[in-house]
Nanobody, 125 residues
Framework: QVQLVESGGRLVQAGGNLTLSCTIS????????MGWFRQAPGQEREFVAS????????KEADSVKGRFIISRDNAKNTVYLQMNNLKPGDTAVYYC??????????????????WGQGTQVTVSS
């Protein structure tokens, strides 16, 4: 059974940087495209970024383009989300997810078969 575990979320000041990690177990990371999503209080979960199995193609939401970078290290079974110049509007629970298609970039949540439990990111003003 594939399991995803996120880590790295914490309280950070606006303008700060943070890197989230997502580690897969029970499966091989290189079999999946991976995505990051987030859900703020009272809002729907939304797409943040995604990356295909090889790391050679990426997609980002317009709201984070130029600030967030998704990357992966298949040898370490880990996906990263580097978040720069954080804003209070980035406050949310961040989830990583694995897509059943190794080239699946979303942004639809359909096709993302496996989800982590989430990690809280809070950006103070």
């Amino acid at each position: 059974q594939v399991q995803l575990v996120e880590s790295g979320g914490r309280l950070v000041q606006a303008g700060g940087n943070l890197t989230l990690s997502c580690t897969i177990s029970g499966g091989t990371l290189s079999s999946y495209a991976m995505g990051w999503f987030r859900q703020a209080p009272g809002q729907e979960r939304e797409f943040v970024a995604s990356i295909i199995w090889s790391g050679t193609r990426r997609k980002e939401a317009d709201s984070v383009k130029g600030r967030f970078i998704i990357s992966r290290d298949n040898a370490k079974n880990t996906v990263y989300l580097q978040m720069n110049n954080l804003k209070p509007g980035d406050t949310a629970v961040y989830y990583c997810a694995a897509h059943r298609n190794p080239y699946g970039l979303g942004p639809s949540q359909g096709g993302f078969n496996y989800w982590g439990q989430g990690t809280q990111v809070t950006v103070s003003s």
